[in-house]
């Protein structure tokens, strides 16, 4: 095949669009693509699905309102274990020895 033959060849690459786009990333990140949607005029060219790290973060909505309108933010149900705080904040050397990396010398 040549050049602009087949799949995705010619004028047909320059006619395709993404639409929905999906991020896994931090809101750091999440923020600077933000930045750059709108520093490239290509506010509402993009429908976002975000996850938990970014999705509901000021950091990457605050002044990027218009890039992130109508998101769909996805957050996992996190349920606190009953008696695990207390258990691992008293978690010493002498009291763990089944944790390689907690175990001292």
């Known amino acids: 095949m040549g ?43 993009f429908s976002w699905v975000g996850s938990d790290g970014w999705s509901a973060r000021g950091l990457v909505s605050d002044g990027s309102e218009a890039e992130v309108e109508g998101t769909l933010s996805l957050q996992p149900q996190a349920n606190p274990v009953r008696g695990f705080d207390e258990y691992f904040l008293n978690l010493t050397v002498e009291n763990n020895r089944r944790n390689p990396w907690f175990v001292g010398k």
């Open 3 to 45: 050049r602009g033959e087949g799949r995705g060849g010619g004028d047909e690459r320059k006619k395709r669009r993404v639409g929905g786009v999906i991020v896994f990333g931090s809101d750091q990140e999440v923020a600077g693509v933000m930045r750059a949607v709108k520093r490239l005029n290509a506010t509402g060219s």
